[in-house]
């Protein structure tokens, strides 16, 4: 039996856990920004945040600064709430058993067990919090959370990335030109299309790294480092072609060789593309191609920088 969230139910709480996130920071997180973050598929997006929406739990705002905020704070909202908000009401609208004897005319023997466990649900739902369910995602993302045994993921293999350039830039300067709406993903298309270029030309057979829309690409605000550098998380969401999709979850360190020189830094993990339902397994192709992805990306940056 599948217990598990529809495909617009687990859209809806991947959403709601990206503004949780961005709650107490006061941001307002924009469409991309979540698809770039959770994963949302890009065609979805918008559909999905109107859901939180409507359910009273999310606010919008339109404009240049504008974007979705949770309309309380995450502790105060339930995680039967988000569920809802994308499956409707947790309640049997049918019968757990179909057509039988005609002594089930008016309720199955079925009934009473199956109204119970849907109720239990719903109570461990309603007494769990999105703020906990943020923590425990926080929890994953610095490897701190212990990985249950009953764990149901499927592995993609996720690489480990780490590359620099040197830019004939201060890092202020950078920093501005980074968070100028589309610039970074006008140069990691180009990277893709590079590594496609290659790709195709080692193996045809591959899955493809043709980019079918535009990158959705979150880079987070600037923080100060001891040396006076800046680090800036990055992530980015990349549909391919064929159903396949890339992602990477890393920072930006900017660190400061001289007054005019500066280290770009790109540290995380990268998922390289594969088809829909079929794990990433790694391969000498896969990390071929990831690093060339990535130095393509910041050669363009570094290059793109001292021309301006």
């Given at each position: ?190 990277a893709y299309v590079e590594a496609e ?112």
């Open positions: 039996m599948n217990l598990t969230l529809s495909k617009r139910g687990d859209y809806v709480v991947r959403s709601a856990l990206c503004l949780a996130r961005a709650y107490e920071s006061g941001e307002q997180r924009k469409i991309r920004e979540v698809v770039a973050e959770m994963g949302v598929p890009q065609n979805y997006a918008s559909q999905i945040l109107a859901e939180l929406v409507r359910g009273g739990l999310a606010t919008s705002r339109a404009g240049r600064d504008g974007g979705y905020r949770l309309s309380r704070a995450p502790e105060f909202i339930s995680m039967l709430e988000v569920v809802e908000a994308g499956e409707g009401p947790l309640r049997p609208d049918r019968c757990a058993l179909g057509d039988g004897p005609c002594r089930w005319e008016r309720v199955c023997p079925l009934h009473v067990t199956w109204s119970a466990a849907t109720e239990a649900l719903r109570k461990v739902l309603a007494h769990t919090t999105l703020a906990e369910v943020e923590k425990q995602d926080l929890a994953l993302e610095d490897g701190s959370a212990a990985i249950p045994a009953d764990s149901h993921r499927k592995v993609r293999t996720n690489l480990e990335v780490e590359d620099w350039v040197h830019v004939e830039r201060g890092a202020d300067a950078i920093v501005e030109r980074l968070q100028h709406d589309g610039w970074i993903a006008h140069h990691l298309s180009e270029s290659l790709r195709s030309h080692i193996d045809p057979e591959s899955s493809p790294w043709r980019v079918t829309s535009a990158p959705a690409v979150h880079l987070g605000p600037p923080n100060s480092l001891p040396d006076g550098g800046k680090r800036l998380a990055l992530a980015w969401q990349v549909s391919l072609a064929e159903g396949a999709d890339s992602r990477l979850e890393g920072e930006m360190e900017l660190r400061s060789l001289d007054r005019r020189r500066t280290e770009v830094r790109l540290v995380g993990r990268f998922r390289p593309p594969a088809r829909p339902g079929a794990p990433a397994e790694p391969d000498e192709l896969a990390d071929r191609l990831t690093r060339a992805t990535v130095r393509s990306f910041l050669r363009r940056v570094g290059t793109a920088m001292e021309v301006l």
